[in-house]
């Protein structure tokens, strides 16, 4: 007999309702145990998510009680391959806006027979990892940086800070899913779910929407947080009499106000000044539209400080959109295109900015718009180029969203500062010229600072770095990213003493630009507490280098897993490293690693590990390399480098294996690209931790066990 508990993530149901689970069906034909399975609720389907945990039915009974839900079950025997039994919830004793999402059942049954060769997965164990189980229930909650605003509305989101409970009190490891619209509100809306204990999103359709949160720790404890409501206010009401005003500017050789929102004649503007008119026309509960196909040419523009406030643009009459409105600027050094500093509850969206940069050494430092501190601003939707300074600044902004923009032919640095909550997420860097950075993170304080760096995409730069996290950074999330460059937590440089802790780097691709043969190196860590999971490094020489710093120790409690290292056949022939690390670092995990290279120079190691080798934990990694003839895998001077076998033989390394991992496909372009094929001994292989998420955000755990693949990709 076995205690199974069901798990029942039921999202966008009001406490009203009653749900009735008739039939879940249990995929025994896989060798993961159980698949995930939906049920009908007034006709709407909803996702189960089957966890097998081995608990005391007094747990389950105290878990039950403290989300308040009333438990029926009448369990039918089960045949074959199919559960069918009778499960009724009901929620009560709680509002509307109190949405019970979580409901749990202990069932007495047998376990469902396993296929031939079928392996039976079990709950997650430390496996040897500082993973300790906590001695009080998850209690997850979900803390956003406001709940009501006006469309476009861009709202960030910190599942960590207010979770307690988590394995070993760490909230980097754990997994953390956030539902932006669980009611489908907006079903078109970007990145409505997203991961990561850090996230944001951008609202751009006014209603009601009901947030929610699901956490997993190592262990596979889950949790889910009460759901939290967003008010999303019309612009066309708040920016609109009684409540606010709204402009729409014209220049003068083709005035078209047709399309703008208001036809009250004394709201549309003929200028060719559009400076003095956001000077004179902006401020509290204003909207200012820009004519779609028009240009203005300014030095610099001052936004109004007060809010809220909307700077954006209203169609062209003739195609009903037309070409953003355009800005640009001849200003001089160390002026930026639009100066937004100080400013309260501001969007920018919709907006062409164009400096003045050619590329010639005497090209002014002109940047393109800075936010400094600015408070709960939204950067939207806006293409920035020729600037020769900083595309986007963020200054010690509160808040701050930048999202979806598109900064290309450019010089020095796409977006540069270090604000608190801070949120880049879907922009595009692309064609940046100057050995600057494409983002750079500086921080100058010891207080936490929040800032998700998530699925931007950077390419063909000339810059020192993709991204870097510099000066006391605290709480940074890098996640989702494709980018061309090395990214980089680290002090600013070898003369300065900074501290960048509480890093996780997740679900990123680095690769070389097209054309440029291979990128030395993937990822440079000086930091405290750094987790580096579900990344796809591609054609790279180094994955993971951790050098040495004259003022502050080298990385130190690195948790490095589940990656794939791919360096194809000749391609990069000097180094092949999948982390390189110099002394002093401490406390380095790694383990479910996938490392494949083709390169037949004997000169590199997959692990270089210069640091005591007691510092290095090494488990359930896989390795292959069938073009290599000396004792390449590992390398310490102490040790005197060594193969596998001997490095296992020194106590350096558990249950790693040499084996090619059959991918699907190599090709970059294929879906499969590095997922382990059918039979490779990568699959269903991984130390036993629950990492619930891939290198794609798909669920690692959707046949409801704990089995998961080495490498960033699941099969």
């Not at 060719?272 to 004519?291: F, M, P």
């Not at 050494?361 to 600015?374: H, R, V």
């Not at 580096?532 to 180094?542: E, F, Q, S």
């Not at 690195?558 to 401490?586: C, G, M, R, S």
């Amino acid at each position: 007999m076995r205690r199974v508990i069901l798990a029942l993530a039921l999202v966008g149901i009001s406490a009203a309702d009653d749900v009735y689970a008739t039939s879940i069906r249990i995929n025994s034909s896989n060798s993961k145990r159980f698949s995930s399975a939906s049920i009908s609720v007034k006709g709407r389907s909803v996702k189960l998510l089957c966890l097998q945990r081995n608990l005391a039915a007094s747990k389950i009974a105290g878990l039950v009680d403290t989300r308040k839900i009333k438990l029926w079950r009448n369990l039918a025997s089960l045949k074959g391959s199919k559960l069918k039994p009778y499960l009724r919830l009901r929620r009560s004793g709680l509002s509307h806006s109190q949405i019970v999402q979580f409901g749990t059942a202990a069932c007495n049954m047998p376990a469902p027979e396993l296929p031939s060769g079928g392996k039976e997965a079990s709950p997650p164990s430390s496996g040897g990892l500082p993973f300790n189980p906590p001695t009080n229930p998850i209690n997850a909650q979900l803390e956003l940086s406001r709940v009501s605003g006006i469309a476009p509305l861009g709202v960030f989101a910190n599942a960590a800070k207010l979770t307690t409970g988590l394995a070993g009190d760490d909230y980097l490891n754990p997994h953390y899913f956030v539902d932006w619209d669980s009611t489908g509100v907006d079903p078109t809306g970007i990145g409505n779910r997203e991961s990561g204990f850090l996230s944001s999103h951008v609202y751009t359709k006014p209603g009601t929407y009901t947030v929610t949160m699901a956490v997993m720790d190592p262990l596979g404890s889950l949790a889910v947080a009460p759901s939290i409501t967003v008010n999303v206010l019309s612009p066309n009401v708040e920016f609109m009499p009684p409540l606010g005003q709204t402009y729409c500017f014209s220049t003068t050789s083709a005035p078209d106000f047709s399309a703008c929102p208001t036809q009250d004649p004394s709201k549309h503007i003929v200028t060719n000044n559009i400076a003095s008119a956001i000077s004179t026309y902006g401020g509290a509960r204003r909207r200012l539209l820009l004519h779609s196909g028009d240009t203005w040419y300014e030095n610099t523009i001052t936004v109004p400080q007060a809010g809220p406030q909307s700077i954006g643009a209203y169609p062209n009459s003739t195609s009903n959109v037309g070409p953003a409105p355009r800005i640009i600027s001849n200003g001089v050094t160390w002026q930026n295109i639009i100066t937004a500093d100080n400013t309260n509850d501001l969007r920018i969206a919709g907006l062409e900015i164009v400096g003045n940069f050619t590329g010639a050494a005497t090209d002014p430092y002109l940047g393109g718009i800075s936010m400094n501190l600015s408070h709960h601003a939204l950067v939207f939707n806006n293409r920035i180029r020729n600037v020769n300074n900083i595309a986007i600044f963020t200054g010690e902004a509160e808040a701050l969203i930048i999202a979806n923009n598109a900064i290309t032919d450019s010089g020095r640095y796409g977006i540069y500062g270090g604000a608190n909550r801070l949120a880049i997420s879907r922009n595009t860097i692309t064609n940046l010229s100057a050995q600057m950075h494409a983002i750079r993170i500086q921080d100058s304080d010891n207080n936490p600072d929040e800032e998700a760096i998530t699925d931007n995409t950077i390419t063909n730069i000339g810059s020192l770095t993709a991204i870097t996290t510099r000066g006391f950074n605290d709480g940074i999330l890098i996640s989702g990213n494709y980018v061309e460059k090395i990214v980089t937590f680290a002090p600013q440089s070898s003369n300065t003493a900074e501290f960048v802790k509480n890093v996780v780097f997740e679900r990123n691709m680095q690769r070389p630009p097209s054309g440029a043969g291979s990128m030395g190196q993937a990822v440079g860590c000086t930091a405290e507490n750094v987790v580096i999971r579900n990344n796809i490094w591609d054609t790279v020489g180094l994955a993971v280098g951790m050098p040495t710093h004259p003022m502050v120790p080298s990385c130190r409690k690195a948790f490095i897993y589940n990656n794939t290292y791919f360096n194809p056949t000749n391609v990069f022939q000097d180094e092949h490293h999948l982390i390189w690390a110099e002394a002093p670092v401490q406390d380095i995990w790694l383990f479910n690693n996938l490392y494949y290279s083709e390169s037949s120079t004997n000169w590199g190691s997959a692990i270089h590990f210069a640091a005591p080798l007691s510092q290095l934990f090494s488990a359930k990694n896989m390795y292959y390399a069938p073009n290599q003839t000396s004792n390449w895998l590992q390398f310490n001077s102490a040790a005197g480098g060594g193969s596998l076998a001997a490095w296992q033989a020194l106590g350096q390394d558990i249950l790693s294996i040499n084996a090619n991992p059959q991918f699907e496909s190599t090709s970059p372009t294929s879906s499969s690209f590095l997922m382990p094929g059918a039979g490779s001994p990568a699959v269903d292989s991984a130390i036993n931790i629950a990492v619930a998420m891939d290198y794609t955000n798909t669920m690692r755990l959707r046949n409801g066990g704990f089995l998961v693949d080495i490498g960033a990709r699941e099969r």
